[in-house]
T-cell receptor
Framework: NAGVTQTPKFQVLKTGQSMTLQCAQD?????MSWYRQDPGMGLRLIHY???????DQGEVPNGYNVSRSTTEDFPLRLLSAAPSQTSVYFC???????????FGDGTRLSIL | GENVEQHPSTLSVQEGDSAVIKCTYS??????FPWYKQELGKGPQLIID?????GEKKDQRIAVTLNKTAKHFSLHITETQPEDSAVYFC????????????FGTGTRLKVLA
């Protein structure tokens, strides 16, 4: 039972670099989301998807892109990393809107 | 807009005592209320949830109560143990509309041995 798998677990980038955070789930869930977690701020929604080919913006989408070509995968792209994007990023999935959400163990990202 | 307020932000209790964390939501259409526990270095894990058609749900030492009129729900942990120390998040969701979970800002619970 893999659940939600995020890679990498840790990453250090320089300002201006780009990278992709990977997220995969094996539960055949339609809904997938990306959150960032900063101290004292709780979980803030970056982007979400309600099915393959469908994505939408959350609260803090600027500087990030997503795509959903398959049900299983939902990568998050940082286009030009900035120090303000230093955070812990969590991917989550669920079968339907008001169903339990399953989280990965996060990617800890530092931008220098 | 939609909002979930969570209190307190930190809570310290003696081992064996009870802990209560409270959340208030703004969207009266919300009908699903999960609670998550996040241990250090891990992602949030669902520990209990409740839907709007019931007022209370229990699972061993954990219980959740819901007051739809007041738009308020609470997590109760009895006979606390050191391994209950973690950050707890409440959330609210609904079956239609924005499809988003609205999370509270979290409560750091410390159980003192």
């Amino acid at each position: 039972n893999a659940g939600v798998t995020q890679t990498p677990k840790f990453q250090v980038l320089k300002t201006g670099q780009s990278m992709t955070l990977q997220c995969a789930q094996d539960m055949n869930h339609e809904y997938m989301s990306w959150y960032r977690q900063d101290p004292g701020m709780g979980l803030r929604l970056i982007h979400y998807s309600v099915g393959a080919g469908i994505t939408d913006q959350g609260e803090v989408p600027n500087g990030y892109n997503v795509s959903r070509s398959t049900t299983e995968d939902f990568p998050l792209r940082l286009l030009s990393a900035a120090p303000s994007q230093t955070s812990v990023y969590f991917c989550a999935s669920r079968s339907y809107s008001n169903q339990p959400q399953h989280f990965g163990d996060g990617t800890r990202l530092s931008i220098l | 807009g939609e909002n979930v307020e969570q209190h307190p932000s930190t809570l310290s209790v003696q081992e064996g005592d009870s802990a209560v964390i409270k959340c208030t939501y703004s969207d009266s259409a919300s009908n699903y209320f999960p609670w998550y526990k996040q241990e250090l270095g891990k992602g949030p894990q669902l520990i209990i949830d409740i839907r709007s058609n019931v007022g209370e749900k229990k699972d061993q030492r954990i219980a959740v109560t819901l007051n739809k009129t007041a738009k308020h729900f609470s997590l109760h942990i009895t006979e606390t143990q050191p391994e209950d120390s973690a950050v707890y998040f409440c959330a609210a969701s609904k079956a239609s509309g924005t499809y988003k979970y609205i999370f509270g800002t979290g409560t750091r619970l410390k159980v003192l041995a």
